[in-house]
């Protein structure tokens, strides 16, 4: 079955960097566009990031851009956010996500909380 495990979430303080990963499985990674979300408290989940299937294109949230980065690694069934100069307000539940045909799959989430 298809499952998303993402890690590298943490305490950081404004401006520091951190780099999430989602691990793949259960489905042929390098056919599928994958996405980042996040969801921080109190608000609706978010669009932060998303790059095709062979990583050749990439888009990205208004107020991530500049500053995140996302890519993979199709050899190693990976999904990555690259996060630099972070801010209070990226606090939140950061999630991997893809589509396979009509059904949606996620992972569980890694916390990242941005704080002085």
């Known amino acids: 079955q298809v499952q998303l495990v993402e890690s590298g979430g943490g305490l950081v303080q404004p401006g520091a960097s951190l780099r999430l990963s989602c691990a793949a499985s259960?489905?042929?990674?390098?056919?599928?566009?994958m996405k980042w979300y996040r969801q921080a408290p109190g608000k609706e989940r978010e669009l932060v990031a998303f790059?095709?299937?062979?990583?050749?294109?990439?888009s990205y949230a208004d107020s991530v851009k500049g500053r995140f980065t996302i890519s993979r690694d199709n050899a190693k069934n990976t999904l990555y956010l690259q996060m630099n100069s972070l801010k209070v307000e990226d606090t939140a539940v950061y999630y991997c996500?893809?589509?396979?045909?009509?059904?949606?799959?996620w992972g569980k989430g890694t916390l990242v909380t941005v704080s002085s």
């Open positions: 996500n893809v589509r396979i045909g009509a059904q949606t799959y």
């Open positions: 259960g489905f042929t990674f390098s056919d599928y566009g």
């Open positions: 790059i095709t299937s062979a990583g050749g294109s990439t």
